[in-house]
């Protein structure tokens, strides 16, 4: 099956929503604050400042997203604020297409880094495995930060500006 990465349109907005929901780690004020920012980047409230991508299937439905944006008063850096796969379509390399696409945009952008923020708990075992596995470094821990026991990782991914070579034999 052909896997298309594109901006998210208003058309999407019923399917990511439905993707948001069925996702078993997010909590109900984490999947309302997801579909809001969903709500914000479709109406263009901010104006840019949350940004969609998403993964579709040969019909063009949304299997999961990217949402992200440039972290303000900061000189080439971006935060990723959710990459959120339908649970039928997790572990099937989606994410790691998405944040590949992302990463592509972003150096046309001149960004330096990207940062991705997760919590320590147990459930999100599978979410830090999948920074690693792409070239994030956990920079930073805030203990406790989320809540007791739950802390924030800081996981950082540096872009690279080398020019690509080509063989002109």
Request: hydrophobic fraction near 35%; aromatic fraction near 10%.
């Given at each position: 099956?052909?896997?298309?990465?594109?901006?998210?349109?208003?058309?999407?907005?019923?399917?990511?929503?439905?993707?948001?929901?069925?996702?078993?780690?997010?909590?109900?004020?984490?999947?309302?604050?997801?579909?809001?920012?969903?709500?914000?980047?479709?109406?263009?409230?901010?104006?840019?400042?949350?940004?969609?991508?998403?993964?579709?299937?040969?019909?063009?439905?949304?299997?999961?997203?990217?949402?992200?944006?440039?972290?303000?008063?900061?000189?080439?850096?971006?935060?990723?604020?959710?990459?959120?796969?339908?649970?039928?379509?997790q572990g099937k390399r989606v994410g790691k297409?998405?944040?590949?696409?992302?990463?592509?945009?972003?150096?046309?952008?001149?960004?330096?880094?990207?940062?991705?923020?997760?919590?320590?708990?147990?459930?999100?075992?599978?979410?830090?495995s999948f920074y690693e596995k792409g070239g994030?470094?956990?920079?930073?821990?805030?203990?406790?930060?989320?809540?007791?026991?739950?802390?924030?990782?800081?996981?950082?991914?540096?872009?690279?500006?080398?020019?690509?070579?080509?063989?002109?034999?």
């Open positions: 099956m052909e896997i298309k990465i594109r901006e998210v349109v208003a058309q999407d907005k019923e399917a990511i929503q439905s993707i948001i929901q069925r996702n078993e780690n997010f909590t109900d004020e984490e999947k309302f604050c997801a579909v809001e920012l969903l709500d914000i980047y479709l109406k263009d409230i901010a104006k840019g400042e949350y940004l969609f991508i998403c993964a579709a299937d040969e019909a063009e439905k949304p299997i999961g997203y990217i949402c992200y944006g440039k972290t303000p008063f900061a000189d080439g850096v971006y935060d990723i604020y959710w990459i959120v796969i339908d649970p039928l379509w297409m998405l944040v590949k696409h992302l990463e592509n945009i972003l150096k046309r952008e001149g960004a330096r880094m990207i940062i991705a923020e997760t919590s320590s708990q147990p459930k999100y075992d599978k979410t830090r994030f470094n956990e920079t930073s821990r805030i203990k406790d930060f989320y809540r007791v026991g739950d802390d924030k990782i800081v996981n950082v991914k540096k872009i690279d500006h080398k020019p690509q070579t080509t063989d002109s034999r």
